[in-house]
């Protein structure tokens, strides 16, 4: 690409430089981020359009976000009843000159197919969630997602010029759910900040005689698993008082319908259970390098960001078997996949890497060297392929 070469990012109901962890922001907001930063070093202006009242400044050099006021309340759910609206706002507001327009989860997709149509620029598109992949892994007092999500999304990956998929598990997701031409579709893994998520010193796998100091992170919500991490730490301390456990639980609660303050007292687990708000980079990765597994009892992830950067910090993961976390964790070589989210096989995996402390030891170094091959120049770099697929398409 050329030097002079534009890309409008659309990143509507949450803004990319939001804290994550908080409210709706998550990986998703550390991916539009990092990615920006990448492709500024590739020679790229990003813009970043979302939604806000901050209006426009250049956050870095080369990169530029638009908060456009579309009126309160900005919730996903009030966007996507506006969705026309907004759009037409938006293409009232877009006044910069982009060679092609990325698009972020559905919302934005969807404005961002009207963006595209009126500019005469390509679109990619990011899913980074999908309705019928929730829906097929959602828990029985879950309601399915939107008829309304459902469709755009199908419009979406049939009109989009090329779609970004984290990893070949969401690839084939978007085959088998959404009917979308394998042609068209990108395997673009994400990255990690090596500078910031890595070990401090060397790889040992860490712990204490007798004690094990567990960590889950991201944004607090049935489908992440915190009830699941909480039953399990209950049926584990019945079963083995001799394991001293120490568990962080880092991050806000997204929705009403999990109050992890009234299940941890409960269950009895106030005294080795703490709750604690989001943290910034730099002291989340404290807190993986602290901790002897950090554990990621997901329904399903389209790839699992934050198993990355435990790995990378030299911290084993335990994760579900499900998704993209079958690709970003290595069963038996950087951590531990559960078929499943039964507490007691949860509870079997802690036991398993307290007892065992050389295999712990051992996944610590394989999760180190893991992931040092996820860089965000990396990904920029695919990212930057997908662009000149869509630009020559269009």
Same mark, same amino acid.
């Given at each position: 690409?050329?030097?002079?070469?534009?890309?409008?990012?659309?990143?509507?109901?949450?803004?990319?430089?939001?804290?994550?962890?908080?409210?709706?922001?998550?990986?998703? *907001?550390?991916?539009?981020?990092?990615? #920006?930063?990448?492709?500024?070093?590739?020679?790229?202006?990003?813009?970043?359009?979302?939604?806000?009242?901050?209006?426009?400044?250049?956050?870095?050099?080369?990169?530029?976000?638009?908060?456009?006021?579309?009126?309160?309340?900005?919730?996903?759910?009030?966007?996507?009843?506006?969705?026309?609206?907004?759009?037409?706002?938006?293409?009232?507001?877009?006044?910069?000159?982009?060679?092609?327009?990325?698009?972020?989860?559905?919302?934005?997709?969807?404005?961002?197919?009207?963006?595209?149509?009126?500019?005469?620029?390509?679109?990619?598109?990011?899913?980074?969630?999908?309705?019928?992949?929730?829906?097929?892994?959602?828990?029985?007092?879950?309601?399915?997602?939107?008829?309304?999500?459902?469709?755009?999304?199908?419009?979406?990956?049939?009109?989009?010029?090329?779609?970004?998929? *984290?990893?070949?598990?969401?690839?084939?997701?978007?085959?088998?759910?959404?009917?979308?031409?394998?042609?068209?579709?990108?395997?673009?893994?994400?990255?990690?900040?090596?500078?910031?998520?890595?070990?401090?010193?060397?790889?040992?796998?860490?712990?204490?005689?007798?004690?094990?100091?567990?960590?889950?992170?991201?944004?607090?919500?049935?489908?992440?698993?915190?009830?699941?991490?909480?039953?399990?730490?209950?049926?584990?301390?019945?079963?083995?008082?001799?394991?001293?456990?120490?568990?962080?639980?880092?991050?806000?609660?997204?929705? #009403?319908?999990?109050?992890?303050? #009234?299940?941890?007292?409960?269950?009895?687990?106030?005294?080795?259970?703490?709750?604690?708000?989001?943290?910034?980079?730099?002291?989340?990765?404290?807190?993986?390098?602290?901790?002897?597994?950090?554990?990621?009892?997901?329904?399903?992830?389209?790839?699992?960001?934050?198993?990355?950067?435990?790995?990378?910090?030299?911290?084993?993961?335990?994760?579900?078997?499900?998704?993209?976390?079958?690709?970003?964790?290595?069963?038996?070589?950087?951590?531990?996949?559960?078929?499943?989210?039964?507490?007691?096989?949860?509870?079997?995996?802690?036991?398993?890497?307290?007892?065992?402390?050389?295999?712990?030891?051992?996944?610590?170094?394989?999760?180190?060297?893991?992931?040092?091959?996820?860089?965000?120049?990396?990904?920029?770099?695919?990212?930057?392929?997908?662009?000149?697929?869509?630009?020559?398409?269009?």
């Amino acid at each position: 690409m050329t030097a002079s070469a534009r890309v409008g990012m659309v990143c509507l109901h949450t803004c990319p430089f939001e804290q994550p962890g908080a409210g709706d922001a998550g990986g998703m *907001n550390v991916y539009v981020r990092q990615l #920006a930063r990448a492709l500024v070093r590739r020679d790229w202006t990003v813009h970043i359009t979302t939604i806000g009242t901050l209006g426009r400044r250049e956050v870095e050099p080369g990169i530029v976000v638009d908060h456009v006021d579309v009126g309160p309340p900005r919730t996903k759910e009030a966007l996507a009843a506006a969705l026309p609206t907004v759009t037409e706002r938006l293409l009232a507001h877009a006044t910069d000159e982009v060679d092609l327009l990325h698009a972020h989860y559905w919302l934005s997709g969807v404005v961002g197919l009207g963006l595209a149509a009126a500019r005469r620029v390509p679109l990619v598109h990011t899913m980074h969630t999908m309705a019928l992949v929730k829906n097929a892994h959602r828990g029985p007092a879950q309601p399915p997602e939107p008829e309304q999500r459902v469709r755009a999304e199908r419009r979406i990956a049939a009109e989009a010029d090329r779609l970004l998929a *984290n990893g070949s598990s969401e690839a084939a997701d978007l085959a088998h759910h959404y009917g979308a031409d394998p042609d068209r579709v990108d395997v673009v893994a994400p990255g990690v900040d090596l500078t910031v998520f890595r070990p401090d010193g060397p790889v040992d796998g860490g712990g204490r005689p007798g004690g094990l100091r567990v960590v889950l992170a991201g944004r607090m919500q049935r489908h992440k698993g915190p009830q699941v991490l909480l039953h399990a730490v209950a049926r584990l301390r019945a079963e083995r008082p001799d394991i001293a456990l120490d568990v962080r639980v880092i991050g806000a609660a997204s929705g #009403a319908d999990l109050d992890l303050p #009234a299940l941890v007292a409960s269950l009895g687990l106030g005294d080795v259970v703490r709750l604690e708000p989001p943290m910034p980079p730099r002291r989340l990765a404290a807190a993986f390098r602290a901790a002897d597994v950090v554990v990621m009892p997901s329904a399903h992830e389209s790839f699992g960001l934050v198993a990355l950067e435990a790995q990378a910090c030299g911290t084993p993961v335990i994760a579900t078997d499900a998704g993209g976390l079958a690709e970003a964790v290595r069963d038996g070589e950087t951590g531990i996949l559960v078929p499943g989210r039964e507490p007691a096989d949860w509870a079997d995996a802690l036991a398993r890497l307290h007892d065992d402390p050389a295999e712990r030891a051992a996944l610590a170094t394989g999760a180190a060297v893991h992931a040092r091959a996820f860089t965000w120049d990396s990904t920029a770099a695919l990212t930057e392929d997908a662009y000149r697929r869509a630009l020559s398409r269009g």
